[in-house]
């Protein structure tokens, strides 16, 4: 079992920014993918960025040039950095792990809220 916590969410103006932290715990060994999905109200979840353990990066086209993902692998955490917020960017964030790059997520964070309103 992988225990994922995020924490960073909250309430930004327009072209902000905010820091979400996902920390793992548990049995990390099987984590090989780290990233983060959004849902926003009556929308389908959509991956936002992941990251490999070697430091490969995806991000949905939405959100590249504005949002960076990271990872420190010591500290089994993993980090989006958002700049320039959009009210569209407003949505619960969730984190996840998976053990393949292109597999489904294993492991689910409880979702922290994100919302850019002015």
């Known amino acids: 079992q992988v225990q994922l916590v995020e924490s960073g969410g909250g309430l930004v103006q327009p072209g902000g920014s905010l820091r979400l932290s996902c920390a793992a715990s548990?049995?990390?060994?099987?984590?090989?993918?780290m990233g983060w999905y959004r849902q926003a109200p009556g929308k389908q979840r959509e991956l936002v960025a992941r990251?490999?353990?070697?430091?490969?990066?995806n991000y949905a086209d939405a959100v590249k040039g504005r949002f960076t993902i990271s990872r420190e692998n010591a500290k089994n955490t993993v980090y989006l950095q958002m700049n320039s917020l959009k009210p569209e960017d407003t949505a619960v964030y969730y984190c996840?792990?998976?053990?393949?790059?292109?597999?489904?997520?294993?492991?689910w964070g409880q979702g922290t809220q994100v919302t850019v309103s002015s």
């Open positions: 548990g049995s990390i060994f099987s984590i090989n993918v």
């Open positions: 996840y792990s998976a053990s393949r790059w292109l597999g489904s997520a294993d492991y």
């Open positions: 990251i490999s353990r070697s430091g490969t990066t």
